[in-house]
């Protein structure tokens, strides 16, 4: 899965000169937390987040009164609080990639570029759908976690043991395991037995975990 097959396309975008006033309240009409900046040109010179928008805003300790406090954040423009040093990411990339990235940087969306033009923006949330998506959160089936031992075929022993019972699996993870020598297994199954499945998965695995209906 690449990038630019989960990203939002043609994303909202901001410019430099934008009131921060405005540009908040902009930001919470649409139901977003980040706009990519654009100059007249379309070329991207910044990213700036509700946090960077709300930091901008005067201390609630300030012995202005309210009408000073909302005309000097009124004043305030976009270029002044936007992130310069903008990160982003290629929409030919692995998702995984842009998920490391996030991850990386502590931050929580990224502008995708196609030849050096802004053609989308993935976030967190993308991320998180694709997650669910690749561990069938939303598809009913036997759910188990496999403590198994790290070893070449295992996964096709693993598929094999499934389709000798007839059974069908609806989605499978691998995550780090407790040493280099191991690896945790998620495995999500329909048209098996589980007593049966449990039983017949024994011998190829080190522990099983956790045997769930979801």
Do not use: W
Not at 39 to 57: H, I
Not at 131 to 148: I, K, N, Q, S, V
């Amino acid at each position: 899965m690449l990038v630019r097959e989960r990203m939002s396309k043609h994303p909202l975008t901001v410019k430099p000169d934008a009131p921060v006033d405005a540009t908040l309240k902009r930001m919470r009409d649409e139901k977003v937390r980040r706009f990519p900046v654009v100059d007249e040109d379309g070329n991207l010179v910044g990213m700036v987040s509700e946090k960077d928008l709300l930091y901008a805003a005067p201390s609630p300790a300030t012995s202005l009164s309210v009408y000073e406090m909302h005309y000097l954040y009124s004043r305030i423009k976009v270029a002044e609080v936007m992130q310069r040093n903008v990160i982003s990411v290629p929409d030919d990339a692995p998702i995984e990639e842009a998920a490391r990235i996030m991850v990386d940087h502590k931050i929580g969306g990224l502008p995708v570029m196609r030849n050096g033009e802004l053609v989308g923006i993935i976030t967190e949330t993308d991320i998180f759908k694709a997650f669910m998506e690749m561990l069938g959160a939303r598809d009913p089936g036997l759910r188990l976690t496999l403590l198994c031992p790290e070893r070449r075929g295992l996964l096709a022993q693993l598929a094999s043991v499934v389709a000798e019972m007839g059974g069908n699996i609806i989605s499978l993870g691998t995550f780090y395991g407790e040493d280099a020598t191991s690896t945790f297994i998620t495995i999500k199954v329909s048209g098996v037995d589980q007593e049966v499945l449990v039983e017949r998965l024994k011998p190829h695995v080190l522990e099983i975990c956790d045997v769930r209906q979801v």
